[in-house]
């Protein structure tokens, strides 16, 4: 297969790719066609991917556009790269010869959330890369009931939005943040070939499960206790913000005393911090994602999202359900393991955390990140008096990190 896939890149004018980046868009797109296709025997019906809608032009005006919390191009470089799985939103800009840094954002804010880390690494010369994954922004989102939203789907998309490049992307620093944290180290356990650096801010993937609560395990449950179509209708009142309403732009996880109203976001300020609280904490979703945008910050993003992109709650859930956000240690011991022994380019993992984040609690990640990645292949830095959204409030320092990162490998 990977023979096939090489002679139609070239057929196009592609170049030539490496044979680990060959054999791993081969083998995923084996395991996704195979689970797709036992899906479709069993069902007899696939349901089509679900896009954004009436949310550009020709049906809105140019002044209704720029009041978008996502207008349809903000970012330089936009391509739409399209495979079996749906059509991708992907950005690339910067110089051609800088260093190639690819971003993966979370689970509810799509790729715009990391446009100013973006704009600062282009400034000191990089080249990067942003996509909107499955289900969020401008990227389809491929039905939960034919495919799971989980390390498979996500690490082909990436793997698609590498190969979709004009510039071979055959080695590369990957950024990760919350729930792209999770991707980014599960992707580099199972290419490490790719990988020269590891930059996760404020991942999931070693969240405590202790945080659970019976509600939150009740909802996302696939028991069959609540019925999909309601399931849909609560998560989706859990993550609308609102006019008034403070939110998170990563509503899961959730402590013990949540419910499923949204409105108890309003008084969740002297709860204790926990990983798993849809009614988070933090109230920086009035961060501006594009700063010539007045209404593109975190939550309103979300609204839209609701609004117009049937794919993204289901999206959404699955992810909860299916990602990995929980229990990746094995998968992070492959980190370890690959670094000890010297597979790939890799050599440290880099931790960027918000002391005052109530989702990724950065004493918990600190202690559980060392234990299975060993103290000298792990690097942490800690950011006083930020929350979650450090990716977004924190650009600069998060820049500063990956410059660290570069300097320690030259």
Request: aromatic share 6%; proline share 8%.
């Amino acid at each position: 297969m990977a023979t096939v896939i090489q002679g139609c890149l070239s057929h196009f004018g592609h170049p030539k790719l490496p044979s680990c980046l060959l054999t791993g868009i081969a083998c995923l797109g084996t395991v996704v066609f195979l689970r797709s296709t036992s899906n479709s025997l069993s069902t007899n019906v696939q349901s089509p991917s679900s896009f954004p809608r009436d949310t550009g032009p020709p049906h809105l005006t140019p002044q209704e556009v720029s009041k978008l919390p996502y207008p349809p191009d903000p970012l330089p470089g936009r391509r739409e790269v399209g495979s079996p799985l749906g059509n991708t939103r992907v950005y690339e800009w910067g110089p051609e010869d800088g260093r190639k840094i690819l971003l993966i954002h979370g689970i509810s804010t799509p790729s715009i959330a990391l446009a100013g880390l973006a704009h600062k690494l282009v400034e000191r010369g990089c080249r990067v890369m942003l996509f909107d994954l499955f289900g969020r922004g401008y990227s389809s989102g491929p039905s939960p009931t034919t495919h799971r939203h989980d390390s498979a789907l996500y690490a082909a998309q990436i793997l698609i939005c590498l190969q979709s490049s004009p510039t071979p992307w055959t080695s590369f620093t990957l950024i990760g943040y919350s729930l792209g944290g999770a991707l980014a180290a599960d992707f580099t356990s199972h290419f490490p070939l790719l990988i020269e650096n590891l930059i996760l801010i404020a991942p999931g993937g070693l969240i405590r499960t202790a945080h659970i609560t019976w509600k939150s395990r009740l909802l996302y449950s696939t028991s069959g206790i609540l019925p999909e179509w309601l399931i849909h209708r609560l998560v989706a009142k859990r993550l609308w913000s609102g006019p008034e309403t403070a939110r998170s732009m990563e509503p899961e996880p959730d402590t013990g005393t949540t419910t499923l109203n949204v409105n108890d976001a309003k008084s969740t300020a002297n709860e204790p911090r926990g990983a798993r609280r849809n009614s988070a904490v933090y109230k920086s979703s009035n961060h501006l994602l594009l700063p010539n945008y007045a209404n593109s910050t975190a939550s309103k993003v979300v609204d839209w999202q609701i609004e117009h992109h049937p794919g993204f709650v289901p999206a959404f859930i699955s992810a909860i359900r299916y990602a990995p956000i929980h229990g990746q240690q094995p998968r992070w011991k492959i980190l370890r393991e690959n670094i000890e022994r010297g597979v790939g380019s890799l050599r440290k993992v880099h931790l960027v955390l918000g002391e005052a984040d109530p989702l990724i609690i950065a004493e918990e990640l600190i202690e559980d990140a060392t234990e299975v990645l060993g103290k000298d292949n792990v690097s942490v830095k800690v950011l006083h008096g930020v929350g979650h959204e450090i990716a977004i409030s924190s650009a600069e320092d998060v820049a500063d990190v990956v410059e660290e990162a570069f300097s320690g490998r030259d």
